[in-house]
């Protein structure tokens, strides 16, 4: 449904934009209709970025996105405004969302006068209401309040509910859960299974491992703009295979394991990572084979690693 | 007996009244104790850590005792205060990250707040040097400005600061949230090191992370709206919470190995009272499921076994 295809985002930095920054390098998966896959990795992987490529909040530097079998990367302005009835999406901190000047509802109208204009107010309202109860919110509790008025996991189904009213496909849902309180943000999680299991397509960034897992099938581990390991999550977390992803699963707290004794490699090697593996300077199994850039390769059925250990030898290790 | 805390009762002071962040908190730490204070947003545990070192306006102090190592501290009186402050009970604060001047070289603000203390910086490169070896901080960073330093070594050079005059107490304040969670680990188990080494006595780690808890703090004590609602040892809260708020809470999270299709969690209905005003009773009563006609008097917070404590009507 939703294709990438080797997509990059490059940024010049320095001096008169002297050096280049690989915010995403190369990055290409997949998402089905109807799935939940999760977009793992720490700050500055390019999670964010990938999330907003797809909503070309950003541009591309170079790859395309697919979405059914049109190329997103090339719409024109006016031609955007039909994607996003289909694709939207939902932030982190859902105070930035809304202007704090205005009523909240103020992003419904916007929608009705952008998307909707034939339909009628009363309606119009019948369909805001609908669409209110359907992520779980009392619409008397919540229409006519501004931002401030609202806690932060209303306020996130809020938004949910505005991407809903349009009859939208592919929602990216980028760290919504990370603002809100443990006992509120289990009800956003369940929230998004409901819409998944109505055929919803999510991509769900995160760089929370549990909450992953909870809801997703399919996982995309990213580190420093490179995908270096994607599968389905039973997979991946029962059989992590990259050594960053180990490192990863071995340093998640967990309420159900105590931490085993994984060294976490704080300091950098060497800062030269322009070539081979982005991992390499922390990775605790480099070699000098690693100075070349390693490619995703399928170990077992629906699941990848970017690792060179892991290439050539298929067998061996599923 | 490190930390005594008896019916701490703190407000803060609004144009609209006074807001009940912490009423009648009473508890104490062992010595080496490392204490995981965890709860809601808004449910008054960074109001609990300032308290106990910085009471300063809009907080008010209203009663209360607190006995550090049977030393009463004069935690009303924010200059009486001043001799115990980073010698005796320390605080990493939440965003620590920015804690540090950014106009001064880190190496030239750690003598500029030695030098305050009146204690002779030259004494202290040595030590400061060794605890900068065990965070694996390079040397160079007493060279660099704050900006030059990413958060987790920011993070982890706050550390070597705050503890760096052996407290007997230190509150860290939401150490490990804005951490990735490689540098998450680092932190946390440097912290259990740290008291290993005895640079620090004993901690109170205040987090709304339950996970991070179970992996370093000896006990945890749940808050819910100002009030203290249980403490036991990390494994107790954990594996057989007994009150309502801690069952629902711990229920509520998310575990490697859940699958929403499989299990699916519930959170808890309802959302935390205003502390303006604040309801009568247990402060949970409303979203309770097991409350009834008693639970309108505050239920006292008593030991129901050895080192658990409780404030429910129906556990007691």
């Known amino acids: ?318 | 007996m490190s930390l005594s805390v008896q019916n701490l009762t703190v407000v803060y002071q609004t144009l609209h009244g006074d807001v009940r962040a912490l009423e009648k908190a009473s508890f104490s730490l062992k010595d080496g104790e490392i204490m995981g204070l965890a709860g809601e947003s808004g449910c008054g545990k960074t109001t609990l850590g300032n308290s106990l070192i910085l009471l300063a306006p809009p907080m008010r102090f209203v009663d209360g005792r607190v006995l550090l190592d049977n030393e009463e501290l004069p935690i009303w009186d924010t200059d009486r205060m001043d001799p115990f402050r980073f010698k005796k009970i320390s605080v990493i604060p939440q965003y620590a990250m920015n804690a540090m001047n950014p106009t001064r070289k880190i190496g030239q603000m750690t003598r500029e707040i030695l030098q305050a203390r009146k204690i002779d910086p030259g004494h202290m490169m040595t030590e400061i040097k060794r605890r900068l070896d065990l965070v694996e901080l390079p040397h160079k960073v007493l060279d660099m400005y704050p900006i030059e330093l990413s958060g987790g070594m920011k993070q982890r050079m706050v550390m070597v600061l705050s503890t760096l005059l052996n407290p007997s107490l230190l509150i860290a304040d939401e150490i490990t949230s804005a951490l990735d969670v490689s540098t998450q680990k680092a932190v946390a188990e440097m912290l259990v090191e740290f008291r290993r080494r005895e640079f620090v006595k004993s901690m109170i780690v205040i987090t709304h992370d339950m996970s991070i808890l179970y992996q370093i703090a000896d006990s945890i004590m749940i808050m819910y709206a100002g009030q203290l609602a249980e403490k036991a040892s990390t494994e107790v809260i954990i594996h057989d919470p007994r009150h309502p708020y801690t069952k629902l809470l711990i229920s509520s999270l998310p575990k490697v190995g859940v699958k929403v299709a499989e299990k699916r969690l519930t959170g808890i209905p309802g959302t935390p009272p205003m502390l303006l005003d604040p309801p009568i009773g247990c402060r949970f009563r409303d979203r309770c499921p097991v409350a009834f006609d008693k639970c309108t008097e505050v239920p006292p917070f008593i030991e129901v076994s050895e080192g658990h404590y409780v404030a429910c009507w129906k556990e007691s």
Not at chain 1, 74 to 81: C, D, G, M, T, V
Not at chain 1, 114 to 129: H, L, N, S, T
Request: glycine residues 8%.
């Open chain 1, 1 to 318: 449904m939703l294709k990438l295809d080797g997509i990059s985002k490059i940024y010049r930095v320095g001096t008169f934009g002297s050096k280049e920054l690989r915010a995403v390098n190369n990055v290409s998966f997949d998402v089905h209709p109807g799935e939940v896959i999760s977009l793992i990795g720490e700050s500055g992987s390019g999670k964010s970025t990938i999330g907003k490529m797809i909503l070309r909040l950003i541009a591309i530097t170079s790859g395309k996105i697919f979405f059914g079998d049109q190329d997103i990367t090339a719409l024109k302005k006016s031609e955007l405004k039909s994607y996003y009835r289909l694709v939207q999406g939902v932030f982190q901190d859902p105070f930035c969302s809304l202007n704090p000047i205005f009523k909240a509802d103020r992003a419904f109208n916007i929608i009705h006068e952008e998307f909707y204009p034939d339909v009628k107010p009363k309606e119009w309202k019948g369909r805001v209401e609908k669409s209110l109860t359907d992520v779980g919110l009392n619409p008397p509790h919540v229409l006519g309040k501004f931002p401030h008025q609202l806690s932060g996991g209303q306020l996130q189904r809020f938004l949910i509910a505005r991407a809903l009213l349009l009859d939208i496909k592919f929602l990216v849902a980028d760290e919504i859960i990370s603002m809100l309180d443990a006992s509120t943000r289990i009800d956003v999680l369940n929230l998004l299974a409901d819409l998944k299991s109505r055929g919803l397509s999510i991509l769900f960034i995160t760089h929370d491992l549990s909450l992953g897992y909870y809801i997703s099938e399919r996982a995309v581990i990213l580190y420093r703009g490179c995908v270096l390991e994607m599968g389905t999550t039973d997979k991946i977390f029962s059989n992590p295979l990259h050594p960053y992803t180990k490192m990863l699963m071995a340093s998640v707290p967990r309420l159900d394991e105590k931490w085993g004794d994984v060294k976490v490699e704080l300091r950098a090697k060497t800062q030269d990572y322009s070539t081979g593996c982005v991992f390499y300077d922390r990775c605790p199994v480099a070699e000098p084979a690693c100075m070349s850039q390693p490619t995703l390769v399928e170990v077992e059925s629906d699941h990848s690693v970017a690792c060179i250990h892991f290439a050539g030898n298929f067998n061996s290790s599923g």
